[in-house]
Protein backbone atom coordinates (compact mmCIF):
# COMPACT_ATOMS: atom_id res chain seq x y z
CA UNK A 1 0.00 0.00 0.00
CA UNK A 2 1.59 3.83 -1.07
CA UNK A 3 0.11 7.04 0.31
CA UNK A 4 1.24 9.96 -2.15
CA UNK A 5 1.04 13.24 -0.51
CA UNK A 6 2.01 16.32 -2.43
CA UNK A 7 2.23 20.32 -2.39
CA UNK A 8 3.17 22.15 -4.48
CA UNK A 9 6.53 20.52 -4.57
CA UNK A 10 7.86 16.96 -5.16
CA UNK A 11 5.66 13.97 -4.46
CA UNK A 12 6.44 12.47 -1.02
CA UNK A 13 5.85 8.13 -1.30
CA UNK A 14 4.57 6.66 2.13
CA UNK A 15 4.66 2.66 2.01
CA UNK A 16 6.04 0.12 3.57
CA UNK A 17 9.64 -1.09 2.24
CA UNK A 18 10.41 2.80 1.64
CA UNK A 19 12.36 4.84 3.89
CA UNK A 20 10.46 6.51 7.23
CA UNK A 21 8.85 9.69 6.12
CA UNK A 22 8.61 12.47 9.15
CA UNK A 23 5.93 14.59 9.45
CA UNK A 24 7.13 18.08 11.45
CA UNK A 25 5.09 18.40 14.30
CA UNK A 26 6.16 21.89 15.70
CA UNK A 27 4.19 24.12 14.05
CA UNK A 28 1.55 23.78 16.80
CA UNK A 29 1.01 26.16 19.74
CA UNK A 30 0.65 23.20 22.18
CA UNK A 31 3.45 23.50 25.09
CA UNK A 32 4.96 26.44 22.66
CA UNK A 33 4.47 29.83 24.12
CA UNK A 34 6.11 31.90 22.08
CA UNK A 35 4.29 30.63 18.79
CA UNK A 36 0.94 30.48 20.43
CA UNK A 37 1.77 34.56 21.55
CA UNK A 38 2.37 35.25 18.01
CA UNK A 39 -0.46 32.96 16.76
CA UNK A 40 -2.87 34.76 18.71
CA UNK A 41 -1.76 38.09 17.15
CA UNK A 42 -2.05 36.84 13.99
CA UNK A 43 1.53 36.89 12.95
CA UNK A 44 2.79 33.89 10.99
CA UNK A 45 6.29 34.99 11.41
CA UNK A 46 7.07 31.87 13.29
CA UNK A 47 5.24 29.95 11.12
CA UNK A 48 7.15 30.26 8.10
CA UNK A 49 10.41 30.14 10.44
CA UNK A 50 9.80 26.69 11.68
CA UNK A 51 8.53 25.86 8.05
CA UNK A 52 12.28 26.41 6.90
CA UNK A 53 14.18 24.97 9.65
CA UNK A 54 11.99 21.99 9.83
CA UNK A 55 12.98 21.12 6.44
CA UNK A 56 16.77 21.76 6.69
CA UNK A 57 16.52 19.21 9.56
CA UNK A 58 15.33 16.79 7.49
CA UNK A 59 11.36 16.83 7.90
CA UNK A 60 9.54 15.32 4.55
CA UNK A 61 5.95 16.26 5.51
CA UNK A 62 4.70 19.38 7.98
CA UNK A 63 1.65 19.42 9.71
CA UNK A 64 -0.14 22.30 10.41
CA UNK A 65 -1.75 23.10 13.82
CA UNK A 66 -2.69 26.44 14.84
CA UNK A 67 -5.80 25.49 17.48
CA UNK A 68 -5.51 27.22 20.95
CA UNK A 69 -7.49 29.27 23.31
CA UNK A 70 -8.14 32.68 21.80
CA UNK A 71 -7.19 31.80 17.83
CA UNK A 72 -10.45 31.89 15.30
CA UNK A 73 -9.15 28.56 13.64
CA UNK A 74 -11.25 29.02 10.43
CA UNK A 75 -9.21 32.17 9.74
CA UNK A 76 -5.92 31.13 10.71
CA UNK A 77 -5.32 27.86 9.67
CA UNK A 78 -6.02 28.54 6.37
CA UNK A 79 -3.39 31.51 6.62
CA UNK A 80 -1.15 29.08 8.14
CA UNK A 81 -1.43 26.96 5.21
CA UNK A 82 -1.06 29.56 2.69
CA UNK A 83 2.20 30.31 4.59
CA UNK A 84 4.06 26.89 4.56
CA UNK A 85 3.00 26.44 1.07
CA UNK A 86 4.44 29.45 0.12
CA UNK A 87 7.65 28.94 2.38
CA UNK A 88 8.56 25.85 1.46
CA UNK A 89 7.27 22.67 -1.00
CA UNK A 90 6.75 19.98 1.18
CA UNK A 91 3.34 18.36 1.21
CA UNK A 92 1.30 19.36 4.33
CA UNK A 93 -0.39 17.82 6.72
CA UNK A 94 -4.04 19.67 8.40
CA UNK A 95 -3.94 19.53 11.82
CA UNK A 96 -7.16 20.24 13.24
CA UNK A 97 -10.69 19.04 15.12
CA UNK A 98 -12.85 22.15 13.83
CA UNK A 99 -14.24 20.79 10.11
CA UNK A 100 -14.78 24.10 8.90
CA UNK A 101 -12.03 25.27 9.64
CA UNK A 102 -10.63 21.94 7.90
CA UNK A 103 -13.11 22.67 4.86
CA UNK A 104 -11.15 26.55 4.83
CA UNK A 105 -7.76 24.92 5.14
CA UNK A 106 -8.71 22.55 2.35
CA UNK A 107 -9.74 24.79 -0.52
CA UNK A 108 -6.80 27.22 0.28
CA UNK A 109 -4.15 23.58 -0.43
CA UNK A 110 -6.68 23.52 -3.70
CA UNK A 111 -6.25 26.52 -4.76
CA UNK A 112 -2.60 26.93 -4.42
CA UNK A 113 -1.75 22.99 -5.28
CA UNK A 114 -4.40 21.92 -7.19
CA UNK A 115 -3.23 18.50 -8.32
CA UNK A 116 -2.16 18.85 -4.69
CA UNK A 117 -2.82 15.69 -2.00
CA UNK A 118 -2.44 16.85 1.75
CA UNK A 119 -2.91 14.41 4.38
CA UNK A 120 -5.79 15.54 6.94
CA UNK A 121 -5.05 15.17 10.44
CA UNK A 122 -7.55 13.46 12.11
CA UNK A 123 -10.96 11.33 12.13
CA UNK A 124 -11.58 8.67 14.69
CA UNK A 125 -13.79 5.79 14.80
CA UNK A 126 -16.47 8.23 16.36
CA UNK A 127 -20.43 8.51 14.58
CA UNK A 128 -19.43 12.11 14.41
CA UNK A 129 -16.18 12.64 13.36
CA UNK A 130 -16.38 10.42 10.75
CA UNK A 131 -19.50 11.98 9.34
CA UNK A 132 -18.26 15.31 9.37
CA UNK A 133 -14.69 14.51 8.32
CA UNK A 134 -14.54 11.77 5.76
CA UNK A 135 -17.19 14.14 3.11
CA UNK A 136 -14.24 16.59 3.02
CA UNK A 137 -11.40 13.94 2.82
CA UNK A 138 -13.18 12.49 -0.28
CA UNK A 139 -14.33 15.98 -1.88
CA UNK A 140 -11.30 17.38 -1.85
CA UNK A 141 -9.00 13.97 -3.12
CA UNK A 142 -6.97 14.34 0.38
CA UNK A 143 -5.27 11.22 2.44
CA UNK A 144 -6.68 10.68 6.44
CA UNK A 145 -4.83 9.92 9.52
CA UNK A 146 -7.65 7.62 10.87
CA UNK A 147 -7.21 7.20 14.99
CA UNK A 148 -7.94 4.30 17.15
CA UNK A 149 -10.52 5.86 19.27
CA UNK A 150 -14.15 5.81 19.21
CA UNK A 151 -17.35 6.54 21.18
CA UNK A 152 -16.06 4.34 23.58
CA UNK A 153 -12.51 6.15 23.99
CA UNK A 154 -9.32 4.94 23.39
CA UNK A 155 -9.37 0.74 23.75
CA UNK A 156 -7.14 -1.04 26.27
CA UNK A 157 -6.09 -3.65 23.83
CA UNK A 158 -4.00 -4.11 20.03
CA UNK A 159 -7.29 -5.77 18.83
CA UNK A 160 -9.57 -3.07 19.96
CA UNK A 161 -7.94 -0.63 18.20
CA UNK A 162 -7.51 -2.85 14.86
CA UNK A 163 -11.04 -2.88 15.24
CA UNK A 164 -11.83 0.68 14.74
CA UNK A 165 -8.60 1.05 12.37
CA UNK A 166 -10.76 -1.60 10.07
CA UNK A 167 -14.27 0.78 10.67
CA UNK A 168 -12.52 3.61 9.81
CA UNK A 169 -11.05 2.17 6.22
CA UNK A 170 -14.25 0.38 5.71
CA UNK A 171 -16.27 4.03 6.61
CA UNK A 172 -13.75 5.95 4.20
CA UNK A 173 -13.96 3.40 1.81
CA UNK A 174 -18.07 3.95 2.60
CA UNK A 175 -17.06 8.00 0.79
CA UNK A 176 -15.53 6.70 -1.63
CA UNK A 177 -11.46 6.96 -0.19
CA UNK A 178 -9.36 4.28 -1.42
CA UNK A 179 -7.79 2.11 1.48
CA UNK A 180 -4.57 3.43 0.46
CA UNK A 181 -5.20 7.11 1.56
CA UNK A 182 -5.76 6.27 4.92
CA UNK A 183 -2.83 6.06 7.51
CA UNK A 184 -3.73 4.77 11.03
CA UNK A 185 -2.14 6.12 14.50
CA UNK A 186 -2.75 3.37 17.29
CA UNK A 187 -1.88 6.36 19.63
CA UNK A 188 0.97 6.21 22.04
CA UNK A 189 0.13 7.48 25.56
CA UNK A 190 2.50 8.04 28.20
CA UNK A 191 3.97 4.97 29.52
CA UNK A 192 4.79 6.70 32.76
CA UNK A 193 1.10 6.77 33.79
CA UNK A 194 0.24 3.58 32.30
CA UNK A 195 2.90 0.62 32.23
CA UNK A 196 1.08 -0.91 29.30
CA UNK A 197 0.49 2.41 27.24
CA UNK A 198 3.67 1.81 24.73
CA UNK A 199 3.45 -2.21 24.63
CA UNK A 200 0.02 -2.18 23.85
CA UNK A 201 0.50 0.66 21.52
CA UNK A 202 3.04 -1.46 19.73
CA UNK A 203 1.31 -4.85 19.42
CA UNK A 204 -1.46 -2.56 17.63
CA UNK A 205 1.07 -1.26 15.08
CA UNK A 206 1.88 -4.85 14.52
CA UNK A 207 -1.71 -6.05 14.30
CA UNK A 208 -2.37 -2.84 11.69
CA UNK A 209 0.39 -3.67 9.49
CA UNK A 210 -0.28 -7.41 9.11
CA UNK A 211 -3.77 -7.45 8.80
CA UNK A 212 -4.34 -4.06 7.07
CA UNK A 213 -1.60 -3.65 5.37
CA UNK A 214 -1.69 0.19 6.04
CA UNK A 215 1.12 2.60 6.58
CA UNK A 216 1.16 4.01 10.74
CA UNK A 217 1.77 7.57 11.73
CA UNK A 218 2.94 7.92 15.69
CA UNK A 219 2.84 10.87 17.76
CA UNK A 220 5.83 9.03 19.46
CA UNK A 221 7.28 11.30 21.63
CA UNK A 222 3.61 11.26 23.89
CA UNK A 223 4.83 8.08 25.96
CA UNK A 224 7.68 9.73 26.86
CA UNK A 225 5.28 12.70 28.36
CA UNK A 226 5.87 13.34 32.31
CA UNK A 227 9.34 11.74 32.56
CA UNK A 228 13.36 13.19 32.58
CA UNK A 229 15.35 12.66 29.69
CA UNK A 230 12.78 12.45 27.32
CA UNK A 231 14.78 12.31 24.05
CA UNK A 232 16.27 8.40 25.42
CA UNK A 233 12.55 7.28 25.90
CA UNK A 234 11.62 8.76 22.16
CA UNK A 235 14.35 7.55 20.58
CA UNK A 236 13.79 3.58 21.42
CA UNK A 237 10.20 4.55 21.16
CA UNK A 238 10.78 5.26 17.68
CA UNK A 239 13.10 2.55 16.86
CA UNK A 240 10.62 0.26 17.97
CA UNK A 241 7.38 1.90 16.34
CA UNK A 242 8.95 1.40 13.25
CA UNK A 243 10.34 -1.75 13.74
CA UNK A 244 7.17 -2.83 14.46
CA UNK A 245 5.69 -0.99 11.26
CA UNK A 246 5.31 2.87 11.72
CA UNK A 247 6.84 4.61 8.41
CA UNK A 248 5.73 8.11 8.90
CA UNK A 249 5.61 9.18 12.67
CA UNK A 250 4.66 12.63 13.89
CA UNK A 251 8.57 13.98 15.10
CA UNK A 252 10.70 17.22 15.75
CA UNK A 253 12.95 16.43 13.24
CA UNK A 254 16.01 17.99 14.55
CA UNK A 255 15.93 15.87 17.45
CA UNK A 256 15.32 12.06 16.13
CA UNK A 257 16.20 12.40 13.06
CA UNK A 258 19.63 10.59 13.07
CA UNK A 259 17.88 7.44 15.32
CA UNK A 260 15.20 7.33 12.63
CA UNK A 261 17.99 7.15 9.85
CA UNK A 262 19.96 4.56 12.29
CA UNK A 263 16.69 2.36 12.56
CA UNK A 264 16.06 2.87 8.72
CA UNK A 265 19.65 1.64 7.92
CA UNK A 266 19.36 -1.25 10.25
CA UNK A 267 15.96 -2.59 8.47
CA UNK A 268 17.93 -2.65 5.67
CA UNK A 269 16.59 -0.13 3.88
CA UNK A 270 19.32 2.22 3.34
CA UNK A 271 21.60 0.75 0.99
CA UNK A 272 25.90 0.86 1.43
CA UNK A 273 24.52 3.20 4.49
CA UNK A 274 23.98 6.33 1.84
CA UNK A 275 21.45 8.15 3.46
CA UNK A 276 22.56 7.72 7.02
CA UNK A 277 26.01 9.03 6.05
CA UNK A 278 25.32 11.78 4.06
CA UNK A 279 23.11 13.10 6.24
CA UNK A 280 25.67 12.45 8.80
CA UNK A 281 27.84 14.60 7.07
CA UNK A 282 25.35 17.32 6.69
CA UNK A 283 24.64 17.57 10.27
CA UNK A 284 28.38 17.88 10.31
CA UNK A 285 28.65 20.74 8.11
CA UNK A 286 25.94 22.90 9.52
CA UNK A 287 28.03 23.00 12.74
CA UNK A 288 30.82 24.38 11.04
CA UNK B 1 13.28 -20.10 31.07
CA UNK B 2 15.80 -18.63 33.43
CA UNK B 3 19.09 -18.40 33.74
CA UNK B 4 20.66 -17.94 37.28
CA UNK B 5 24.13 -16.47 37.18
CA UNK B 6 26.45 -16.07 40.68
CA UNK B 7 29.59 -14.91 41.38
CA UNK B 8 30.64 -14.25 45.17
CA UNK B 9 27.26 -11.56 45.43
CA UNK B 10 23.80 -11.86 44.93
CA UNK B 11 22.38 -13.85 41.72
CA UNK B 12 21.49 -12.37 38.95
CA UNK B 13 18.57 -14.16 37.25
CA UNK B 14 18.12 -13.67 33.18
CA UNK B 15 14.52 -14.47 32.28
CA UNK B 16 12.17 -13.02 29.37
CA UNK B 17 9.98 -10.47 31.34
CA UNK B 18 12.66 -9.93 33.96
CA UNK B 19 14.44 -5.93 33.40
CA UNK B 20 17.37 -6.42 30.53
CA UNK B 21 20.37 -7.69 32.13
CA UNK B 22 23.85 -5.80 30.99
CA UNK B 23 27.23 -7.40 30.55
CA UNK B 24 29.91 -4.66 31.00
CA UNK B 25 32.06 -5.72 27.68
CA UNK B 26 34.85 -3.15 28.59
CA UNK B 27 37.67 -5.81 30.01
CA UNK B 28 38.63 -6.50 26.68
CA UNK B 29 41.99 -5.21 24.99
CA UNK B 30 40.87 -5.40 21.58
CA UNK B 31 40.59 -1.80 20.53
CA UNK B 32 41.64 -0.75 23.65
CA UNK B 33 45.47 0.18 23.63
CA UNK B 34 46.22 1.36 27.14
CA UNK B 35 44.58 -1.79 28.45
CA UNK B 36 45.86 -3.78 26.20
CA UNK B 37 49.39 -2.47 27.18
CA UNK B 38 48.38 -3.14 30.42
CA UNK B 39 47.20 -6.24 30.36
CA UNK B 40 50.82 -7.28 28.40
CA UNK B 41 52.68 -6.21 31.64
CA UNK B 42 50.86 -8.31 33.49
CA UNK B 43 49.35 -5.27 35.21
CA UNK B 44 45.49 -5.94 36.72
CA UNK B 45 45.31 -2.49 38.06
CA UNK B 46 42.83 -1.43 34.72
CA UNK B 47 40.78 -4.70 35.16
CA UNK B 48 40.54 -3.66 38.77
CA UNK B 49 39.21 0.66 37.74
CA UNK B 50 37.00 -1.19 34.54
CA UNK B 51 35.18 -3.43 36.93
CA UNK B 52 34.65 -0.83 39.24
CA UNK B 53 33.50 1.98 36.71
CA UNK B 54 31.26 -0.34 34.75
CA UNK B 55 29.24 -1.73 37.92
CA UNK B 56 28.72 2.05 39.28
CA UNK B 57 27.42 2.24 35.39
CA UNK B 58 24.79 0.01 36.22
CA UNK B 59 26.53 -3.71 34.68
CA UNK B 60 25.26 -6.48 36.04
CA UNK B 61 27.67 -8.99 34.85
CA UNK B 62 31.26 -8.33 33.61
CA UNK B 63 32.59 -9.95 30.58
CA UNK B 64 36.22 -11.01 31.27
CA UNK B 65 38.56 -10.80 28.37
CA UNK B 66 42.33 -10.66 27.99
CA UNK B 67 43.01 -12.11 24.95
CA UNK B 68 45.60 -10.21 22.39
CA UNK B 69 48.97 -11.23 20.97
CA UNK B 70 51.54 -11.06 23.21
CA UNK B 71 49.65 -12.25 26.17
CA UNK B 72 49.87 -15.39 28.01
CA UNK B 73 45.81 -16.48 28.73
CA UNK B 74 46.48 -19.41 30.12
CA UNK B 75 47.90 -17.02 33.32
CA UNK B 76 46.73 -14.19 32.73
CA UNK B 77 43.11 -14.98 32.61
CA UNK B 78 42.23 -16.97 35.83
CA UNK B 79 44.31 -14.00 37.48
CA UNK B 80 41.85 -11.25 35.59
CA UNK B 81 39.32 -13.45 36.57
CA UNK B 82 40.16 -12.97 40.28
CA UNK B 83 40.77 -10.07 40.38
CA UNK B 84 37.16 -8.95 38.90
CA UNK B 85 35.97 -11.39 42.09
CA UNK B 86 37.81 -9.76 44.41
CA UNK B 87 36.90 -6.19 43.49
CA UNK B 88 33.18 -6.65 42.94
CA UNK B 89 30.29 -9.39 43.22
CA UNK B 90 28.90 -9.32 40.22
CA UNK B 91 29.05 -12.36 37.88
CA UNK B 92 31.67 -13.06 35.68
CA UNK B 93 31.50 -13.86 31.99
CA UNK B 94 34.64 -15.79 31.13
CA UNK B 95 35.70 -14.50 27.78
CA UNK B 96 38.48 -16.58 25.37
CA UNK B 97 38.76 -18.97 22.85
CA UNK B 98 41.32 -20.84 24.90
CA UNK B 99 40.20 -23.92 26.36
CA UNK B 100 43.01 -24.31 28.88
CA UNK B 101 42.80 -20.79 29.81
CA UNK B 102 39.28 -21.47 30.13
CA UNK B 103 39.34 -24.42 32.22
CA UNK B 104 42.00 -22.49 34.65
CA UNK B 105 39.49 -19.47 35.21
CA UNK B 106 36.89 -21.62 35.63
CA UNK B 107 38.79 -23.52 38.38
CA UNK B 108 39.85 -20.22 40.05
CA UNK B 109 35.98 -19.04 40.11
CA UNK B 110 35.01 -22.20 41.31
CA UNK B 111 37.69 -21.31 44.29
CA UNK B 112 36.57 -18.46 45.11
CA UNK B 113 32.81 -19.34 44.88
CA UNK B 114 32.33 -22.52 45.17
CA UNK B 115 28.27 -22.07 44.56
CA UNK B 116 29.20 -19.70 41.93
CA UNK B 117 27.54 -20.43 38.27
CA UNK B 118 29.73 -18.26 35.79
CA UNK B 119 28.57 -17.50 32.03
CA UNK B 120 31.34 -19.05 29.34
CA UNK B 121 31.43 -16.75 26.25
CA UNK B 122 31.40 -19.13 24.07
CA UNK B 123 30.84 -21.96 22.51
CA UNK B 124 29.97 -22.45 18.61
CA UNK B 125 28.58 -24.98 16.64
CA UNK B 126 31.78 -25.77 15.36
CA UNK B 127 32.68 -29.62 16.35
CA UNK B 128 36.05 -29.17 17.86
CA UNK B 129 34.52 -26.29 19.87
CA UNK B 130 31.68 -27.84 21.20
CA UNK B 131 33.71 -31.18 22.12
CA UNK B 132 36.52 -28.60 23.58
CA UNK B 133 34.06 -26.14 25.67
CA UNK B 134 30.76 -28.25 26.74
CA UNK B 135 32.93 -30.71 28.96
CA UNK B 136 34.14 -27.51 30.85
CA UNK B 137 30.98 -25.95 31.26
CA UNK B 138 29.49 -29.31 32.40
CA UNK B 139 31.90 -29.69 35.06
CA UNK B 140 31.89 -26.40 36.29
CA UNK B 141 28.26 -26.05 36.36
CA UNK B 142 28.72 -23.01 34.54
CA UNK B 143 26.26 -21.33 31.99
CA UNK B 144 27.60 -20.80 28.04
CA UNK B 145 26.92 -18.62 24.95
CA UNK B 146 25.98 -20.28 21.83
CA UNK B 147 26.99 -18.34 18.81
CA UNK B 148 24.52 -18.97 15.43
CA UNK B 149 27.90 -20.01 13.70
CA UNK B 150 29.90 -23.53 12.89
CA UNK B 151 31.44 -25.53 10.34
CA UNK B 152 29.74 -23.36 7.26
CA UNK B 153 30.69 -20.09 9.30
CA UNK B 154 28.07 -17.38 9.87
CA UNK B 155 24.84 -18.59 8.10
CA UNK B 156 22.89 -15.71 5.99
CA UNK B 157 19.86 -16.32 6.83
CA UNK B 158 18.01 -16.37 9.96
CA UNK B 159 16.53 -19.87 9.87
CA UNK B 160 19.51 -21.46 9.09
CA UNK B 161 21.27 -19.58 12.63
CA UNK B 162 18.17 -21.08 14.11
CA UNK B 163 19.54 -24.55 12.98
CA UNK B 164 22.72 -23.94 14.65
CA UNK B 165 21.19 -22.56 17.97
CA UNK B 166 18.95 -25.96 17.57
CA UNK B 167 21.91 -27.86 17.44
CA UNK B 168 23.63 -26.07 20.48
CA UNK B 169 21.20 -26.85 22.70
CA UNK B 170 20.85 -30.08 21.94
CA UNK B 171 24.81 -31.13 22.54
CA UNK B 172 24.81 -29.21 25.50
CA UNK B 173 21.42 -31.25 26.54
CA UNK B 174 24.17 -34.53 25.42
CA UNK B 175 26.69 -33.45 27.81
CA UNK B 176 24.25 -32.88 30.64
CA UNK B 177 23.94 -29.03 30.37
CA UNK B 178 20.45 -27.84 30.85
CA UNK B 179 18.91 -25.81 27.84
CA UNK B 180 18.44 -23.05 30.63
CA UNK B 181 21.81 -22.29 31.00
CA UNK B 182 22.43 -21.51 27.44
CA UNK B 183 22.35 -18.44 26.20
CA UNK B 184 22.02 -17.73 22.23
CA UNK B 185 24.22 -15.04 20.54
CA UNK B 186 22.29 -14.37 17.17
CA UNK B 187 25.58 -12.46 15.92
CA UNK B 188 25.32 -9.03 15.14
CA UNK B 189 27.39 -7.94 11.81
CA UNK B 190 28.51 -4.72 10.75
CA UNK B 191 25.70 -3.11 8.56
CA UNK B 192 27.47 -1.01 6.88
CA UNK B 193 28.98 -3.97 5.03
CA UNK B 194 25.82 -5.62 4.66
CA UNK B 195 22.66 -3.93 4.54
CA UNK B 196 20.89 -7.50 5.39
CA UNK B 197 23.12 -8.05 8.79
CA UNK B 198 20.85 -6.58 11.54
CA UNK B 199 18.00 -7.44 10.15
CA UNK B 200 18.89 -10.75 9.52
CA UNK B 201 20.15 -10.80 13.06
CA UNK B 202 16.71 -9.72 14.70
CA UNK B 203 15.30 -11.50 12.62
CA UNK B 204 17.31 -14.80 14.20
CA UNK B 205 16.39 -13.35 17.76
CA UNK B 206 13.55 -13.58 16.62
CA UNK B 207 12.79 -17.20 15.72
CA UNK B 208 14.98 -18.41 18.54
CA UNK B 209 13.33 -16.56 21.35
CA UNK B 210 10.05 -18.02 20.18
CA UNK B 211 10.90 -21.54 18.88
CA UNK B 212 13.65 -22.41 21.89
CA UNK B 213 12.80 -19.70 24.20
CA UNK B 214 16.13 -19.14 25.19
CA UNK B 215 17.93 -16.37 26.51
CA UNK B 216 19.85 -14.08 24.42
CA UNK B 217 22.54 -11.93 24.43
CA UNK B 218 24.26 -9.99 21.58
CA UNK B 219 27.42 -7.94 20.50
CA UNK B 220 25.17 -4.74 19.73
CA UNK B 221 27.66 -2.29 18.81
CA UNK B 222 29.15 -4.46 16.64
CA UNK B 223 26.18 -3.66 13.97
CA UNK B 224 27.72 -0.25 14.16
CA UNK B 225 31.11 -0.60 12.88
CA UNK B 226 32.75 1.63 10.13
CA UNK B 227 30.15 4.11 10.46
CA UNK B 228 29.75 7.86 12.30
CA UNK B 229 27.77 8.60 15.65
CA UNK B 230 28.13 5.17 16.31
CA UNK B 231 26.01 5.89 19.09
CA UNK B 232 22.73 6.51 17.48
CA UNK B 233 23.32 3.08 16.07
CA UNK B 234 23.94 1.39 18.60
CA UNK B 235 21.61 2.63 20.64
CA UNK B 236 18.33 2.03 17.87
CA UNK B 237 19.61 -1.62 17.37
CA UNK B 238 19.28 -1.85 21.68
CA UNK B 239 15.88 -0.78 21.73
CA UNK B 240 14.97 -3.24 18.64
CA UNK B 241 16.86 -6.17 19.83
CA UNK B 242 15.31 -5.85 23.16
CA UNK B 243 12.09 -5.68 21.64
CA UNK B 244 12.53 -8.64 19.22
CA UNK B 245 14.31 -11.19 22.56
CA UNK B 246 17.75 -9.83 23.38
CA UNK B 247 17.46 -9.97 27.24
CA UNK B 248 20.88 -9.91 27.94
CA UNK B 249 23.29 -8.09 25.43
CA UNK B 250 26.87 -6.97 26.17
CA UNK B 251 27.48 -3.30 26.07
CA UNK B 252 29.23 -0.18 27.34
CA UNK B 253 27.13 -0.06 30.42
CA UNK B 254 28.00 3.85 30.62
CA UNK B 255 26.83 4.54 27.01
CA UNK B 256 23.88 3.09 26.66
CA UNK B 257 22.11 2.21 30.29
CA UNK B 258 19.29 4.70 29.40
CA UNK B 259 18.59 3.40 26.01
CA UNK B 260 18.05 0.01 27.83
CA UNK B 261 16.25 1.05 30.79
CA UNK B 262 13.99 3.10 28.67
CA UNK B 263 13.19 0.16 25.76
CA UNK B 264 12.69 -1.77 29.55
CA UNK B 265 10.11 0.73 30.52
CA UNK B 266 8.17 1.09 26.98
CA UNK B 267 7.91 -3.15 26.91
CA UNK B 268 6.31 -2.58 30.35
CA UNK B 269 8.91 -4.07 32.58
CA UNK B 270 9.07 -1.44 34.44
CA UNK B 271 5.93 -0.83 36.36
CA UNK B 272 5.41 3.03 37.37
CA UNK B 273 9.18 3.98 35.65
CA UNK B 274 10.80 3.10 39.17
CA UNK B 275 14.12 1.64 37.49
CA UNK B 276 14.04 4.44 35.00
CA UNK B 277 13.63 7.63 37.44
CA UNK B 278 15.92 6.18 39.90
CA UNK B 279 18.90 5.86 37.51
CA UNK B 280 18.09 9.05 36.10
CA UNK B 281 18.22 10.54 39.45
CA UNK B 282 21.66 8.60 40.48
CA UNK B 283 23.40 10.19 36.99
CA UNK B 284 22.18 13.67 37.96
CA UNK B 285 23.51 12.94 41.56
CA UNK B 286 27.19 11.45 40.08
CA UNK B 287 27.74 14.25 37.66
CA UNK B 288 27.16 17.03 40.42
Known amino acids: VETTLRSTGEAVAIAPDLPTVLIGERINPTGRRRLAAALAEGNLDLVRTEAEAQVAAGADVLDVNVGAAGIDEMSLLPQAVRTVMDTVGVPVCIDTANPQALRAALRTHAELAPEGTPLVNSV ?3 EPRLNAVLPLVAEFGAAVVGLTMDDGGIPSTAEERLAVACRIVERAEGFGIPRHRVIIDCLALAVGADSAAASVCLQAVRLVREELGLNLTL ?9 PDRDAVSCAFLAMSIQSGVNCPI ?18 RDPFARRYIRAYRERQKSRQ
Chains 1, 2 share one sequence.
Open 124 to 126: TGE
Open 251 to 268: VDAAKVRPTILATDLLLG
Open 219 to 227: GASNASFGL
